[in-house]
């Protein structure tokens, strides 16, 4: 799933116009602000309810939905044929994102949430409005797929171009729900998966790792792991591996990389998970620095 | 044509890419000593007391190892060459 932010003055009218755009090519989450800030509060969400009443039953369902989680519900979904709602807590950006992914292609973030996490932006506004996105943007590193000054500037289909050569968000759940979708998948009564992670310490006397920073050579990895893959998959009862490795800064606890094989039986998948895990860590050119609480360093240095 | 360096070596040359002019008779090897005139502190990272390219580093040219694809640091260079240095991988 691709994420992609919007932010600055007009950014709900343009998330608008992409999410139409994106659902022409894919399955479309989207992600706004839970309550509307002060500007729309007064024009949108004040006005009285339409004539035929969508508004008013819109609201009243989820002021009753609310009710439950006043009651202690950790989470209310109300379905009916048309569709759901749903309210819940202790759910942030970061968490939606990773809970869509799995069953989304693309995922439009609107409004001044997009800042809380490292996504590529679509970022509206003059110099002057925009400047404090620029700076964090920069300061950041965060990618910066297009700028203007008014929603009605911005290509969807350019945005949509730039935005798929992005890095997507690959969860566990995506990978097996990729490989379930395999044309083969009726003859797999078998799906092996590995997930390594940032471990904190390797014995309880090690010094704590913050975190971990991964290096990608952009391009030639991908197409290692891609080569690796397709070799295993010429195995007999090996269907479909996929693998994928994230980059940048991971914490403590975060996934690092996922191997998933689609295969005949559970024999052929446990030996073959293991194989592209080992491939992977001794063939693609990714490259691991360790930070703990009291240096940092590269980890080939330290074999 | 153009060097990626990664990990320690992108530190050491405090750079990540590098664009080097070389004469259409380049080879692998004139764009490795071109690389390291510009940027000496590499070459402790990258040679060993011989010279020669330390047995952990690696050399990719367009992806590919020339060492087992075409003739080391004798392949002759494309101006549209990508050249990689890199340490061990460690990936996962």
Redesign the interface.
Known sequence: MYPIGVVGPGAERLAKRLTEHLAEHGRVGVVTNRRPDGNRADSEQGTTPSADGGTAVAETRTEELDRYRTAGAASVYGLDDEGWSAIGGGMDLHDALYAMAPARDFCVVEGPIGSAEDLPLVVLGGVEASSATDVDADAAGRLVLARAPTADAIDPEEVRETLEATEPIETLESLVEGVKASPEAPQSGAIATFT?RVRAQEDAEDTPTEYLA????E???D?RMAQISSELEAREGIYEVLMH?RSGRLDYGED??FVVVLAGHRGEAFETVEDG?DR??????????EVTVDEEF????R? | MQW?L???L?EAAGKRRIDIDLSSEATVGDALAALLERHPDLEAEVLDEEGDLRD?I?L?RN?RNPFVTANGLDTDLDASDEL?L???????
């Open positions: 390594g991964f290096e990608k050579y391009g030639v990895a197409e490795h690092i990389v895990i992977l860590k001794a063939e693609v050119p990714i490259f691991k620095k590269w980890v080939h240095d074999p | 990626k990664f990990a320690n992108a952990h690696q990719l992806g990689a890199f340490p061990p991988v460690s990936g996962g």
